[in-house]
């Protein structure tokens, strides 16, 4: 739900263009968004006398591997072979793809940690966001291509549905530590000597987290009088949330 190039686009904007990726609803993602610590060119190996890249080659070769067997286990049946039209916007790790946001098959992998214990809620959000995934790749199989199904809305057509699944699973664990109802604040520290530069960016990234209707958490900024004031605060780990690097 954290649209992260809202804030990353502060540092890639002036390069980013038409051949950048987009997302499901054809909105821009920036350049320098990063799915993984290791960067591509960073680290090579050799496989049978062959140079290789470990971000391009060993991790998104593993990603995709276990991303396709999620996959068919919603299908034991079916090869699947739809799984790039059906996941076209979360099949690898490459940087400026956002693979994390909105990926059902990481969904899935989460809510299925669930289904091993003996409450039943999570078995019955776990079969819930299945069959609204089903539902949709066979919609998805019948447009016959990115394209059609982009433009028919098919890639978020049921979003709000799956949302609230995840919020209903995140408010029965919090009711336990926050009690019934209530929503749980997590402060993102700033520092405002980037009043004027960076924390627009993330007060926009911050303001569409927030926008999602009845989400359990609310993201408040703390911003410092000034960079000593930052640190102080960054020193003493009184905040939640924060950007570094």
Known sequence: MLERTELVKYYSEAMDGPKNEVDQNGKQISKFIRNSYTSSGFATYYDDKVKKD?????????YTDEAKKISQGLDPNQKDP????????SKNLNDGYDAHRRNDLLALQALSQDIAGKVSDNRENYEKFKAIVIKQNEEIDDAGSVEKAKADGLYT???KEKIKIFQDRVKSDLKFAVGEGKQVELQF????????????YIHNMIGLFNEVPNNPFKIVELVSTDQDGYRTLLNAGKFDLSIAG
């Open 157 to 159: 057509k049921y979003e």
């Open 82 to 89: 739809q799984f790039d039209i059906r996941y076209n916007f």
């Open 54 to 62: 470990y971000a391009l080659d060993f991790m998104n070769t593993k």
């Open 189 to 200: 520290l700033m520092s405002g000597s980037n009043s004027n530069t960076s924390n627009r």
